[in-house]
């Protein structure tokens, strides 16, 4: 397949980030790594690079799309690669996603945990860069009931019950009970 990177500019860009600025410059590298990703699984849909005339083409590009995600790293300020046809979204990415699934699990076991919405609001801008609303600490502990709750219900197999037992038994003196 003829669509493949044809120069290592935005490698040489993302090693000059992190060389220059640290774990500080992590978050813009990541968004350049994740930006070119997204650009070359759109030529790989599309069967040909931009401006690449060939018979197996299925689609041409149409563009970008601006959307940020909070992350571990901050916000990332992507660009989504669009196809006239619109049947293609990148795999790096749900649709709708706003937040990665790991931050906002966090959020919910601190949620869980009793941790108090100001509280997260400070730690995540300390960390992250960025604020937390107390709609979205509720949303993270949404998608944890809903996590824990498939899990609950998920199939055991063949085994339509399973019993767990247990003894305890509590010993008074300091000698070893048997």
């Known amino acids: ?59 041409y590009a149409n563009g ?3 959307k940020t ?11 989504i690669p669009q196809v006239r046809e619109g049947n293609f979204y990148p795999s790096i990415l749900e649709r709708g996603l706003r937040s990665e699934r790991a931050l906002k699990l966090a959020l919910a076991e601190m949620y869980v945990q009793g941790v108090s919405t100001r509280r997260v609001k ?7 860069g960025f604020e ?12 944890l009931d809903e996590t824990l709750a498939s899990w609950r219900s998920r199939s055991l197999g063949r085994y339509h019950y399973v019993f767990v037992d247990a003894r305890y038994e509590k010993c008074t003196t300091h000698r070893l009970c048997c």
């Open 1 to 59: 397949m003829a669509c493949r990177v044809r120069d290592n500019s935005n490698i040489d860009d993302v090693i000059e980030l992190i060389a220059q600025q640290g774990f500080q410059g992590l978050g813009e590298a990541v968004t350049v790594l994740i930006n070119e990703a997204m650009k070359i699984e759109r030529n790989q849909h599309l069967e040909a690079a931009p401006y690449e005339r060939t018979i197996s083409r299925m689609g």
């Open 64 to 66: 970008f799309k601006d």
């Open 69 to 79: 995600v909070k992350t571990r790293l901050g916000k990332l300020d992507l660009q």
């Open 122 to 128: 400070a730690i995540t801008e300390e960390l992250c």
């Open 132 to 143: 937390v609303s107390s709609s979205d600490v509720s949303r993270a502990a949404k998608l």
